[in-house]
């Protein structure tokens, strides 16, 4: 398959899938997401491949969905315009970037500068979490009129605790990268220069190991969630199935795009 909005290759054991919107903070359009799942799938089927790689080309990590394209495509009156855009996401994004949770091989996400949105929980599905010294983090659906998604909602309060995921998702505030290594949300902050190095040193460590002892831990790991991780991926998309289609978020996606405050209603 070939990729416009990603870039992904394989190379000593390791898989790199990197983000490759550039321009627009490798904001995801419905074909990111597509492509996205097409390179996780390729690697889980590849025994070759024991480690992935996530980052982003440029500047930013992931500034999250693409507004133009995905919130403000079409006009929101038009009630078949907007049905058709809220099953598209919640077929394909869903299915998409949230298959790095069901992913049987370690992955790790090189942070390498703002990750807000769906950008924050494409990093928080990986396992491991490097970030450079010009990495951000932000949970800011709610200033979209929307719900905190798969990360933010499951694997935040893991790492950070339940009061202090509450509070990023709430408030949809954007944390820098020391604030994110004191709480617990990346392992380490490295220097940006150094951070492909810091994170290929490590896929190396990890891929030099019994892959099929590997590939067993982590399904470990996600059996420790105790609950079943699909059916919990449902109820997200059915509770911002609802959402898409509410005046707030509306008026968050546009006022995003107008670079104004968002003015709320609650309907």
Known sequence: MAFQDILYDKTDHIAQLRLNR???LNALTFN?????????????????VRVVLVTGEGRGFCSG??????????TPEHVGRVKSRIDELTGVIHVGAD?????????????NGPAVG??????????????????????????RGLMGETGGLIVLP???????AAEL???????DAPEAQRIGLVSRVVPHEELMDATLELARRIAANAPLGVR???????????FDLRAFLEWVATCQRLLFQTEDHREGARSFAEKRAAVFKGR
Do not use: H, N
């Open 65 to 74: 969905d693409d507004v133009q394209e995905i919130f403000l495509s079409s």
């Open 22 to 24: 550039p321009q627009r």
């Open 118 to 143: 769906y950008g924050m929980d494409i990093a928080l599905m990986c396992d491991i979490r490097i970030a450079s010294e010009r990495a951000r983090f932000g949970e800011v659906f709610v200033k």
């Open 99 to 111: 298959e790095l949770l069901f992913l049987d091989k370690p992955t790790i996400a090189a942070v």
């Open 158 to 164: 893991r790492l950070v605790g339940w009061e202090k």
């Open 216 to 226: 067993l831990s982590k399904q470990g790991l996600r059996r420790s969630f105790g």
């Open 169 to 175: 998702i709430f408030t949809g505030d954007v944390i």
């Open 32 to 48: 990111s997401y597509r492509e996205i799942l097409a390179a996780l799938q390729d690697a889980a089927r590849d025994d070759d």
